[in-house]
């Protein structure tokens, strides 16, 4: 599976941005989605997941929760990153990753479980 990422820019506080993640090589509909960053100076860290389950359960880490939105569209074999009132904070390069199957409830969180990555778009949140 390759992934490819991008949405990313320079945008101000409080704006919204949407990041796309395409998959080619194969359907990614058994696949367990996920979105990291790495912010300036920062380990890099889960932002969200969705798993492959048919209801798409996702989860969140607690500085996104209620701003973002994670989604996926198994036809075009994209997952999505809805950005809203984005923060100075938020400024990272994000990178969409993968594995296949897991747990139907609960995207894994640790970056070494992902088998496969997309490269990273910047995103930039000028205050």
């Known amino acids: 599976v390759q992934l490819q990422a991008s949405g990313g820019g320079l945008v101000q506080a409080g704006d919204s941005l949407t990041l796309s993640c395409t998959a080619s090589?194969?359907?990614?509909?058994?696949?367990?989605l996920a979105w990291f960053r790495q912010r300036p100076g920062k380990e890099r860290e889960f932002v969200a997941g969705v798993t492959w389950s048919g209801g798409g359960d996702t989860d969140y880490v607690d500085s996104v929760k209620g701003r973002f939105t994670i989604s996926r569209d198994n036809a075009k074999n994209t997952v999505f990153l809805r950005m809203n009132n984005l923060k100075s904070d938020d400024t990272a390069t994000y990178s969409c990753a993968a594995y296949f199957g897991g747990s139907r409830y609960y995207p894994k969180r640790t970056s070494e479980d992902y088998r496969y990555w997309g490269q990273g778009t910047l995103v930039t949140v000028s205050s």
């Open positions: 090589g194969e359907t990614f509909s058994g696949y367990t």
